[in-house]
């Protein structure tokens, strides 16, 4: 069972970054691919960003594309968000995911492909 805690997130004017991190911790980091997801009240969790096991293999919606940017220190057993250029419209709940991939540059976009979740941090950027 994997355990999942994010960290990073608050308030920051627009045009400003912060950089999210998550900690792993209950299972083989790096036999997982990782991906944060967003949300706010009343919407549908939102794909932002993932990367694959080894971080060979990356991929972003297009919303974030060019302003994000994920990685993973399988050391530290953490996948990172380093966000910049920040937008109201990002504001949102930041979840991180994971889901058992050691397999090639694999990862998934889909919030129903990851198995295992963290509790989310708050990411607030004003105008």
């Known amino acids: 069972q994997v355990q999942l805690v994010e960290s990073g997130g608050g308030l920051v004017q627009a045009g400003g970054s912060l950089r999210l991190s998550c900690a792993a911790s209950?299972?083989?980091?790096?036999?997982?691919?990782m991906g944060w997801f967003r949300q706010n009240p009343g919407k549908e969790r939102e794909f932002v960003a993932a990367i694959s096991w080894s971080g060979a293999g990356t991929y972003y919606s297009d919303s974030v594309k060019g302003r994000f940017t994920i990685s993973r220190d399988n050391a530290k057993n953490t996948v990172y968000l380093q966000m910049t250029s920040l937008k109201p419209e990002d504001t949102a709940v930041y979840y991180c995911?994971?889901?058992?991939?050691?397999?090639?540059?694999?990862?998934?976009?889909?919030?129903?492909?990851?198995?295992?979740w963290g509790q989310g941090t708050q990411v607030t950027v004003s105008s």
């Open positions: 995911s994971a889901e058992y991939s050691p397999y090639g540059v694999t990862y998934y976009t889909g919030h129903s492909d990851y198995d295992y």
């Open positions: 209950g299972g083989t980091f790096n036999d997982y691919a």
